[in-house]
Structures are given as C-alpha cells and as structure tokens.
C-alpha cells in the first residue's frame, strides 16, 4: 500500500522561507501525480500545488503561486514543497496527497495521504 | 473556481441510524468527478468515495454516494461508532484548482 510521509514542518519568521518533504513508498513513483494540500481550522482544506508524475508539469492555487515551488526527485522517492515569502495566513498542516488517477498527470482527486506536518508563522 | 456547500454542518445521530450529508456545487462538475473523504481528529482525511458513486479500497459497503451535476450526497446506511467524524466533499472535475467543502461533522447524539 501507498505511503507518505511528511517532514520539513517548522515555525517560520513572515517573509521566510521553508522546505517541505513527501517521501514516498509502496507504488511506482513517477508513475503518479502528487499533491499538496493544507488545513486550517479557519478555512478547512485547501489544494495548494500538484507535480505530475514525470515532473514536467506543475500546479499551484492562486493564492500560493509564485511563492511555493514544487518538485520531485525520482531517485529519493520524494516530493518538495519550497515555501517562500511566507505569510502569516500560509500558517497551516501540510499533507502530501498521491494523486487518484492511473496516469501521470493528476486526476485532481486524493487516494492516499500522509500525516501532516505543522507550519506556522509568526514573529 | 468551483464552490462546494455542504449540509447540514453538523448531524446528530445515534449508532444504527442512517445518516444523510449533503454536497452542492456552484456549477455543474464535470464528469461528476466528486469525492467524499472522512476525517477523525489528529488524522488526515481518508478517500471513501470517487466520482460520485465509486467505493474506494477497503471502504465498508455501508458508505454510498450518489448524485450528478450540482447535487451529490453521501449516505452512511447505518452509523457504526467508528464513524462519527468530519466528511468532506471535494470535486476535481475542472482544471485546477480543486475545490473542497466546509465539512459536515457527524457526531453522536
């Protein structure tokens, strides 16, 4: 079975910058898309970013574009979220998602999750 | 960017009873490409239920889902205790970004 497992969570000065990690096992890695997805108590679930399978395409909601850049590194099994000019309202759990399709580019739904990790910030 | 509503925001119910969430969409979704996901407290969502009406894995056979366009609904035939969490839809049949609902707490009355 899919896992993920996320690291990277932290507390961050506004206008920092963090690196979140997704390392992933139990399926065939470039073959799927993966996600990130964040939850607040205030605005529940948000989809943040995606990457396909291959890498060559990525994805990001409006409110996290040009600040978070996403990748993945085929050799480790692992996806990166790259968090910059961080925000107060960026504060929030972040889970990495394997994506629900059986293609390399997202489907834009989510099968598999992982636990979380925390990101706040604050001075 | 499609809005999903959710109701009720919270249903009280007894362990055997049937319980009822209702998913409404701002526009039609394409594909009826809805999911349902279920969340317990300190653990992230799990998938149960895949454009509209599909099962997902291991997911008990007392979880349905049902609807097309705008209106879709979750059904749970009868509430073990177990199920008593947060469910929420979410729709991924138009290009990102993909949407979710408020939630819909199912607690034990």
């Known amino acids: 079975e899919a896992r993920l497992v996320e690291s990277g969570g932290d507390l961050a000065q506004p206008g920092g910058s963090l690196r979140l990690s997704c390392a992933a096992s139990?399926?065939?890695?470039?073959?799927?898309?993966i996600h990130w997805v964040r939850q607040t108590p205030g605005k529940g679930l948000e989809w943040v970013s995606a990457i396909s399978g291959s890498g060559s395409k990525t994805y990001y909601a409006d409110s996290v574009a040009g600040r978070f850049t996403i990748s993945r590194d085929k050799s480790k099994s692992t996806v990166y979220l790259e968090m910059s000019s961080l925000r107060a309202d960026d504060t929030a759990i972040y889970y990495c998602a394997k994506d629900g399709g059986s293609g390399t580019y997202p489907r834009g739904n989510f099968e598999y999750w992982g636990e979380g990790t925390l990101v706040a910030v604050s001075s | 960017e499609i809005v999903l509503t959710q109701s009720p925001g919270t249903l009280s119910l007894s362990p055997g009873e049937r319980a009822t969430l209702s998913c409404r969409a701002s526009?039609?979704?394409?594909?009826?490409?809805l999911a349902w996901y279920q969340q317990k407290p300190g653990q992230a969502p799990r998938l149960l239920i895949y454009?509209?009406?599909s099962r997902a894995t291991g997911i008990p056979d007392r979880f349905s889902g049902s609807g097309s366009g705008t209106d879709f609904t979750l059904t749970i035939s009868r509430l073990e205790p177990e199920d008593f969490a947060v469910y929420y839809c979410q729709q991924y049949g138009s290009s990102p970004p993909w949407t979710f609902g408020q939630g819909t707490k199912v607690e034990i009355k």
């Open positions: 139990g399926f065939i890695f470039s073959s799927y898309a």
């Open positions: 526009q039609s979704v394409s594909f009826n490409y």
């Open positions: 454009a509209a009406s």
